[in-house]
């Protein structure tokens, strides 16, 4: 349902004749992207049914407000996402993307220190940690391409700034159970921040893993991070957030921390309160994930459980040679992931694309035959 007063602010910002031709645009923006758009973005694990509808008539109504420093929207914010956490605005930070918090900290945490992750995984906390001379070990993920918690914790030292765990997974899909990653948390805290990553936290099952954000809510040396770029789909805003304890949030918003964009505060807050949105954009990428596995399984492709909007697959190919084939269908899929070189991470895409990316896989394993 449309709010009118939204419909209102819309129409002052897009003006009275344009309003016409704009508004049914901005509404059936999910419907524009069902069509094909060659090449396929199926690489970067951005959502391609976003924004969502409050979040573009936020957008459409913020174009007003973008002369001023976005102060109010911040706080605003801020307040939403505390609330709806369950803690006080002193326990959140937002940043230019989770990106940018991951920087923060490595820069806070880990100079001349030591950074402990899984191997593969998210690694932008690693390149800003490397820049300020931290001491990076890699620690294998198992047999089944999950965190070995053991051994993570034996790689801690007395010089370790943080251990960093993205839970599910990138690029491997996999998760911690929720009662395991709370324990280790516990643990690990006593010696090292903890940094949990749960960018993709809203597409896992909930009976196979939960959020570490009640220890936040307890006070343990943690901090969780969150986006707007994954299920909102405002990934080209860059809005993400910290939740952590009100003396690690003070540093992590240190001299640092730029100021974000009001547009991508007013997307992020609309979207916030956006719950159809938000489930049928769940159901749906999680139905062509489904669909994906499915044509993995029927091609003996060897492909992780994954719980996140991506999946981790073994396409019996390097991955430069599925990477060029898949280019040869105005396909881009995923980067190199050391040191796992032929497996590929794939971006769930709209429906159409999923449908187009299970086409070009068939053709290849079949040319291949
Ligand atoms: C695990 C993980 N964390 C954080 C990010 C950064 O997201 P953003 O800076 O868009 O919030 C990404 C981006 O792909 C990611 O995969």
Redesign the pocket.
Known sequence: MINLNRRRTLALAVGGTALATQLPAVLRAAERQAALRYPLRLS???NPWGPGPAARLALAAAIDDSCRYPMESSARLLAAIAAKENLSADNVAI????????NVLATGWCARKRLVSAWP??N?IHTMAASVGADIVHVPVDAALRHDLPALDAAVNGNTGIVYV?N???PTGTVVPAAALRDFCKSIGERALVVI?E??LDFADPAATGSMVELVRSGANVVV??????LHGL?GL???YALARPDLIKKIRGPHLAIPNGAGLAAALASLGDQPFMQTTRETLLADRARITSACQALAIECTPSQ?NFLFMKTGLSLEEFRNRMRAERIEVGRPFEPLLDWCRVTVGTTAETTAFITALQKIKETRA
């Open positions: 970067a694990n951005e940043g230019s993307g989770s990106a940018e918090l991951l995984t998210f932008q993205c599910p997974n990138n990553d960018a993709y991070l969150r986006t707007f770029s994954k990934a860059r809005v993400g996140g």
